[in-house]
């Protein structure tokens, strides 16, 4: 009897087969409208023998607006097994109904009662299906199978809601080993605005007893798991346990609910990190593509310096991960100059033969395996976690049989979510796989490729946006100008190049609204203090005249608030220069960089040189010592004249002197001339009887004179 049953079973699935090969695709009958939709919760054991059972439980919801009636769920399966690659990709694209495959109704369970024997709308259902693996005709074909649930009505043989889950059912051992590594990423949307308030408080669920940081935390401490941790997470949770605010869209704070969820996420991270396999990622998880293609890869330096801000990750070697894991050559390259000790990337964008390959300037690429995250096969939901695990196993048991060169292959998974993180609860266990950390497989010699990166339009489509890279330059550029006003600017340059490395976070795509609500107030807070707390006082009308070293007093005013408890704090260091209109007949000399504390005022002289008349209109603009504009330009309109108040005073001092000269000149040749006379006779007296007024023509021979 049971060789009849497996003669069967072979012909059945011989004659599936053939219908598979013989039927197009286009064939197939379109996907069913569903009116409940079934979850899976648990299948077990992940690699049922011959001759055990299969137990599958789920819940199943009315998606319709009406009560279904009479609901009954069976188990189902495909009894012709998945062999290869080609196989496997044509199960996950075919609809619910292809192949048909057939129900087991041995084994059922009514979704209702009698006493109530409908399911609302929205209404939701459990249940539990065991079947013994030998009833279900298998083809006798080591192989993946399609296995799941049927809900029918009764007395409808249409089902109303399928899933489908791949199932390996495996006697023998793969000729080749599988070695398999697991990384956690444990990152998460930044959200501090300055120290103890946060721009919204979403970090207190994900910490919390059943939030997705917990679950991806607990994800990775599990045997041979290796972790790569964002550094900024730690600054925000260690803020967060200190006690917290968080804003409103009106300004306003209130407190935080995370503290102690904080608390108790970092003493778990503590126990991780001192006993597991670990990495750090770059400071703030920042966008590389985005950044490297909008040429700000100044960003990425400053999420590489910030990460030594953070001691407990300081020491961990860094993994630099692109968004997605997608890259091209430029990518790869600006990645690689972080010093990175390995680059992690989709397999879908890397397209070598192994895990690890060889990338640029000696710093290797690992690949991990974008589609099995992904789950499947349809119908939705799919990508539960059983059907992620499940896929994960059918991917390494294929990858395992088609290796012929009898070599050890491998396998990288990457968990970044809740979903994958329950996927892996369970170690990814198998005959004929072998788990080792990150470090192990790095310790291995990458394999040699051709280097040619696969960045698609969609990839780059996902990128921060054109909007989101302006206000980061901004943002990055009034950081910089911020620490170059400062006289002890070392904390605000570090808190600086943290916060921009934040802004620039790959968590932003798709965010926007979240990424304004974060970077709104501190790019207000900088242009409050770049642009009005440095302010020029001066008179709006300055006259002079026309020559050089005539000054003015002009007033710098430094209004950033005082600390008490650090009188160095808010100081600032700048230089005022001048932009004439008309520099060939006014110049005003800068007036050099010099110290002024918070609440601080200094006044000093410029100096102008002028050479015309008029009146040249001035620009004084305040600079940080490097060259960088703060504070608002004050305009300033300098009048040159000779016939001001100071020139009518020099007109009218050169105006007496010059009389009082030719006064005392005439006086000298008056004087000079009554010597002279009286040493000789006086001359004949004039017609009129007076003497000669000209002493040196009465002196003359009168031959001469009648002449």
Known sequence: MRTARVLLAVAVSGCTLLGMLLLPVSASAAEPVPSV??????????????????????????ITKERLFRLEALFWRNQAPILGRAGLEQALVSN????????????????TTPQNPSLAPNASVDFTLRVRVSDLELSPTDGIYLMGVHVLQRGNNVAIGRTRVFVPVVAGKPSSMLTTTTIVTLNSRPSLVRKGVFSDDHLAPEVGENGRLTALLKAADTNKTTFAIDPA?????????????????????????????????LEGFEALRTSHDGYRLLY???????????????????????NKLVEST?????????????????????????????????????????????????????RFAAAANKGGPGPDPRETAIHIHMRMLTESWIEATAARDGLNH?????????????????????????????????????????????????????????????????????QQTYGDLLVDASNARAEGTAAVARAASVKWRKHDKARRAFLGPQQATLDEILLNKIQIRSSARVQTVAQQGVEFPITIKNTIEADGSDPNAGAVKVKLVFNSENSQRLTIKPIKPTEIKAQDTLTANAEVTAKANGIVPV?????????????????????????????????????????ASTFFRIRQVARERSKSTSSEPPGPPAADGSADPLPALSSAPAEKLDA
């Open 284 to 306: 703030g998880s920042p966008d590389v593509a985005a950044l490297v293609h909008d040429g700000q890869e100044n960003v990425l330096t400053d999420a590489a310096n910030a």
């Open 233 to 265: 997470l730690i600054d925000e949770l260690k803020i967060m346990s200190a006690g917290y605010q968080v804003l409103d869209s009106e300004g306003t704070t209130s407190a935080g609910t995370g503290q102690a969820d904080a608390t108790r996420w």
């Open 37 to 62: 939709s079934i979850t899976l919760t648990s299948l077990s054991p992940d690699l049922p023998s011959r001759d055990g059972e299969i137990t599958v439980t789920g819940r199943v919801t009315n």
């Open 410 to 478: 491998g396998k990288v998974q990457l968990i970044t979510n809740a979903t994958q993180a329950k996927a892996s609860d369970r170690n990814l266990e198998a005959p004929w796989l072998k788990q080792r950390t990150l470090t192990e497989l790095l310790k291995a010699t990458p394999a040699v490729w051709p280097e040619k990166y696969r960045y698609s339009s969609a990839a780059r489509g996902r990128e921060l946006t054109p909007g989101q890279l302006s206000s980061l330059r901004k943002f990055e550029w009034s």
């Open 619 to 659: 620009t004084a603009q305040l600079m940080t010592e490097s060259g960088r504009p703060v504070g608002r330009p004050f305009k300033i309109e300098v009048q040159v004249t000779q016939n001001g108040t100071t020139g009518w005073a020099i007109a009218v001092a050169a105006g007496i002197v010059l009389v």
């Open 96 to 111: 619910s109904n292809d192949p048909l495959g057939a129900r087991y109704t041995g084994v059922f369970q009514d979704l």
């Open 314 to 366: 300081r020491s961990l070697p860094l993994l630099v991960l692109p968004g997605g894991g997608a890259a091209d050559a430029a990518v790869a390259k600006a990645a690689a100059a972080l010093h990175a000790d390995a680059i992690l990337l989709a397999d879908t964008s890397a397209k070598g033969q192994a895990p690890l390959l060889a990338g640029p300037d000696g710093v290797p690429i690992v």
